[in-house]
Structure formats: C-alpha cells, structure tokens
T-cell receptor, first 114, second 114 residues
Framework: AQSVTQPDIHITVSEGASLELRCNYS??????LFWYVQSPGQGLQLLLK??????LVQGIKGFEAEFKRSQSSFNLRKPSVHWSDAAEYFC????????????FGAGTILRVKS | DTGVSQNPRHKITKRGQNVTFRCDPI?????LYWYRQTLGQGPEFLTY????????KSRLLSDRFSAERPKGSFSTLEIQRTEQGDSAMYLC????????????FGPGTRLTVL
C-alpha cells in the first residue's frame, strides 16, 4: 500500500535559522512528489513538485527539496526561515498508475520563534 | 486563472440532515478531485472525475456520500443523514489530464455536525 511518513509532527525554529522537514514514502510505482503548505482554516498551496530530471527542485518562497530514490525521501529545506513561514506542511505522492490521486503525510506544523 | 472555488466555506448542520457542497475547478482542467481532512491529519482521497465520468471512489466514501459532475464543469458532493464523524474539511482540487499534472486546491468547506 502507498504511504507517506512525515516523522516530525511539530518543529520549532528561530527566525533566520535553516529548516529541514522530512518526508519518506512507500510506493509501488514511479512516484511524483509534492510539498504543499496550509495556513489555518485554508486550502493547500503548492510549494514545489518533482516529476523527473534534476533531483533538486526549487519552489516558491525560497523552498527547495531533494529527491533521493535510494532513501525513498523527499525532504523540504529552506536556508533562512521567516516568521510568515509558520504553517502546516504536507508531503504528498501521486502516480499515473493510481489515477494521480495524492496520498498525503500527516503533516508537520512549523512554529517560528522570534 | 481564477483558481478553484468552493462553496460554502463553512457549514454547520444537525446530525441527520443532508448537506451539499459545490466545487468550481479551474476552467480548463478536466480532472476534479475530492479529499477529506480531519483535524491533525493530511487530506484523504475520496473520489475523482475526468470530465463528467466518476473514475474512482475510495472506500471512505460510504453510501451516504454521492458526488456528481454533471457537465464536466462544477461538481457537487452530497452527504445524506450526516453523522458527527462527518465533521471535517472537504477539499476540492483540479488538474489537467496530462500524465501526472499538478493538483490545485480550493479553500475547502469546513463541515461541523452537531
């Protein structure tokens, strides 16, 4: 069965510090990987995606993620966090073979302290 | 590109009542997805349409749930005889049909069943 694991439920970082959010997946097909961000009571905004090619992908708001096939991981990074980055972050996996429906992790809540 | 819209944004109902939600996808998108998100969890797939055809339904979609996309444009999700366990955020997303394409999410409808 397809699954996505985000091991950290909550992460707190200081403003200006670097950030890494972890994502591991288990998938029976060639995965396509996404990171979405959700502010309280809102829908999901796409940060970045990986379909193929360069395994380091750049997204909006200064975020990047690296696909590591050998580790089944797709970790999200940002070199310097801003207070406005406080939100919940979701990793998701899809595949053409499964009708492109997304399987999401449980999310990581990011808190930024000043 | 006006984005995915959902109405209503909030719905409070009493147990046993029927409710209907509407989703208007991005205009050129052929695929439309419904997800459900409960507190502290990532979104879970419910069903999806390609044009007007409903191609897959999750086992989460009990007989009390029905979704339609009558002309391949907007979609409705109806829940009959609501239960307290139906309280959740219902998210709609749309995408093109082109391999694996990115799903863009609406703001969601928050359902509270009293």
């Amino acid at each position: 069965a397809q699954s996505v694991t985000q091991p950290d439920i909550h992460i707190t970082v200081s403003e200006g510090a670097s950030l890494e959010l972890r994502c591991n997946y288990s998938y029976g097909a060639t995965p396509y990987l996404f990171w979405y961000v959700q502010s309280p009571g809102q829908g999901l905004q796409l940060l970045l995606k990986y379909f193929s090619g360069d395994t380091l992908v750049q997204g909006i708001k200064g975020f990047e993620a690296e696909f590591k096939r050998s580790q089944s991981s797709f970790n999200l990074r940002k070199p310097s966090v801003h207070w406005s980055d406080a939100a919940e972050y979701f990793c998701a996996v899809g595949a053409k073979e499964y009708g492109n429906k997304l399987v999401f992790g449980a999310g990581t809540i990011l808190r930024v302290k000043s | 590109d006006t984005g995915v819209s959902q109405n209503p944004r909030h719905k409070i109902t009493k147990r046993g009542q029927n409710v209907t939600f509407r989703c208007d996808p991005i205009s050129e998108h052929n695929r439309l997805y419904w997800y459900r998100q409960t507190l502290g969890q990532g979104p879970e797939f419910l069903t999806y349409f390609q044009n007007e055809a409903q191609l897959e339904k999750s086992r989460l979609l009990s007989d009390r749930f029905s979704a339609e996309r009558p002309k391949g444009s907007f979609s409705t999700l109806e829940i009959q005889r609501t239960e307290q366990g139906d309280s959740a955020m219902y998210l709609c997303a749309s995408s093109r049909v082109r391999g694996v394409d990115t799903q863009y999410f609406g703001p969601g409808t928050r359902l509270t069943v009293l």
